[in-house]
């Protein structure tokens, strides 16, 4: 499943219509949908339709026609400019005795939802004189607004706030990214019967889904024993930041690692999980680390002004390895790049913006853009930029993957959750899968178990606790993705 812009979109409906299929019955699904959507979650009330010039107008036509015809109290407000397809909505909702209202006559009324057809994917620019206004009478109105495909006015300003947005075959980065995603309340997607050829799109970027994860998780055989299943080597930890590497160690256990050794700096004293092999080190000279025996490591949690040293000592033994905090330092990705040792890096914004000399800001604004400039910095290193969502990129020969992350919450915003997904990497590369598989599968799970426990006030070793339960939920495919709608668990829309 892809991540769709508004543009790729209505390419998707070019070519299905190129491939012979009526857009009408694209319409006719819309509006349908959107019914639901509406006699679904808001049974009883009465609905205020309000409708473009476009074809986002011909989907709220046809969506009134549904309502009407499901016995919901309906009034319709129109743009009168209808052609195509919008027009034979209108004249269908006329013969079945509905007559629209200009919108000019919208008035809001206590209770009633507002139905938002006025602009989807077809906006060129941003909204003003009447519409704006409108826009602004619709936000003001003490109503629940359910959109149709996008709040209308997205990605400009201003635009309609929406409780409930019915993304339209297949989900555009307005309904993920934010400040867009915060303007559509809930997102729910309708697949419309867009035909799968015309939504092929290996050039966007794939949407991290249940289903493609589960198929990810590397199986415990039942002759597995704890050297066989993947082992892990965490490095990190100096006076200050004596948590990191504990909390790395633990994401490393609970994402399945059979053994965790953690090297650290000797005079620290880390309240290490019991299960962890100790690695006290009075340096991290060449040769510190002889002796271990891992398949992955995760380098830089908390070791500060060490990071550079650690990260050398760890390159030395050439196993996969998660580059994450401290460690991220250009020469030192760099230096895994030259050594072709596999390398994922895990950078939050502020050190993304580190290693591309840029701003944070800059970066959380534009993650998509980061992300590739990253990959395309650093070839053949697989980028996870984390956030919400957290973006991943890889350029692995002349082409470059990307991912979206689909799960994850703000409750996620505390200290230390970084430090978990970087053991959880590393132990997913220890259980052999290859570094792109691992950081989408890890990153997928790590957020799967904030949902799970997503409270604000949740703590990074919690959410590490969470994971098998998260995961186990995953293997038995109850996990439904936020967008699915009525199908059930493991179906293909989730
Ligand atoms: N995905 C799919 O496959 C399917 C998509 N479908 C639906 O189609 C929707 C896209 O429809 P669309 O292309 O007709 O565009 P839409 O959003 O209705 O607006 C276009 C109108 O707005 C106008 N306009 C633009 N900017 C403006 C501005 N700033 N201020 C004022 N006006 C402005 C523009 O006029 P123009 O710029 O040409 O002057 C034009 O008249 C999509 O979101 C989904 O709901 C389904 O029906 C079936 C399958
Ligand atoms: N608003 C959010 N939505 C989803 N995930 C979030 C959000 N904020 C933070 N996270 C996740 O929490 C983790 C925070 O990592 P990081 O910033 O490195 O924290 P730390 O350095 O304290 O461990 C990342 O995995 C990030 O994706
Ligand atoms: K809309």
Not at 214 to 239: E, F, I, M, N, Q
Not at 317 to 342: F, H, I, K, N, S
Not at 404 to 429: F, I, Q, W
């Amino acid at each position: 499943m892809r991540l769709f812009t508004p543009q790729a979109m209505r390419e998707a409906d070019a070519k299905a219509v190129g491939l012979g299929y009526p857009s009408l019955l694209l319409m006719e699904a819309a509006g349908r949908a959107a019914a639901r959507a509406v006699l679904e979650r808001f049974a009883g009330r009465r609905v205020a339709v309000l409708c473009g010039k476009g074809n986002n107008g011909g989907d709220g036509l046809a969506a009134a026609r549904h309502l009407a015809l499901a016995g919901a109290e309906v009034r319709v407000f129109t743009a009168l400019e209808h052609a195509g397809d919008a027009l034979h909505m209108r004249q269908a909702l006329r013969a079945h005795g509905l007559e629209a209202e200009p919108l000019e006559r919208w008035q809001p009324r206590p209770g009633e939802v507002v139905l938002d057809a006025l602009f989807g994917t077809g906006l060129s620019r941003g909204l003003e004189g009447f519409w704006a206004e409108l826009v602004g009478r619709v936000n003001a109105a003490a109503c629940p607004v359910v959109a149709i495909d996008l709040p209308s006015g997205l990605p400009f300003e201003p635009h309609v706030r929406a409780t409930l947005t019915l993304a339209l075959a297949g989900l555009k980065r307005e309904h993920l990214f934010h400040p867009a995603r915060a303007a559509c309340g809930e997102v729910l997607l309708a697949g419309i019967g867009m035909p799968a050829r015309a939504l092929e799109r290996p050039d966007l970027p794939e949407l991290l889904t249940p289903r493609a994860m589960a198929a990810l998780l590397p199986g415990r055989p039942g002759d597995a024993h704890k050297g066989s299943v993947g082992r892990v080597l965490v490095a990190g930890g100096h006076a200050a930041y004596t948590g990191a590497p504990v909390l790395a160690a633990l994401g490393a256990h609970r994402a399945g690692a059979g053994l965790v050794t953690v090297a650290y700096p000797a005079e620290l004293r880390l309240n290490l999980p019991l299960e962890s092999v100790r690695h006290p080190l009075e340096s991290w000279s060449a040769g510190a680390l002889a002796g271990v025996r891992a398949e992955a490591a995760a380098v830089g949690m908390g070791a500060g002004p060490l990071a550079h040293a650690a990260a050398e000592a760890v390159l030395a033994l050439r196993l996969p390895t998660v580059l994450d905090a401290d460690a991220l330092r250009p020469e030192l990705v760099q230096a895994y790049v030259r050594e072709g040792v596999p390398a994922v890096i895990t950078p939050h914004p502020g050190e993304a913006a580190r290693l591309l000399g840029g701003e944070a800001g800059a970066v959380a604004a534009e993650p998509l853009e980061a992300a590739r400039a990253l990959a395309e910095r650093f070839p053949k290193v697989v980028v996870v930029l984390k956030g919400g969502p957290t973006v991943l990129a890889w350029k692995a020969g002349e082409g470059l993957e990307f991912a979206v992350n689909t799960t994850g919450n703000p409750a996620m915003a505390s200290g230390g959750t970084g430090d978990v997904l970087a053991g959880v990497v590393a132990a997913l590369m220890a259980a052999g899968l290859p570094p792109w598989d691992a950081a989408r599968l890890g990153v997928y799970l790590h957020g799967l178990s904030g949902d799970r426990r997503g409270r604000v006030g949740l703590l990074a070793h919690e959410l590490a606790d969470a994971l098998p339960e998260a995961r186990a939920a995953l293997e038995r495919g109850e996990v439904r993705a936020f967008w699915a709608w009525g199908s059930p668990p493991g179906s293909a829309r989730g």
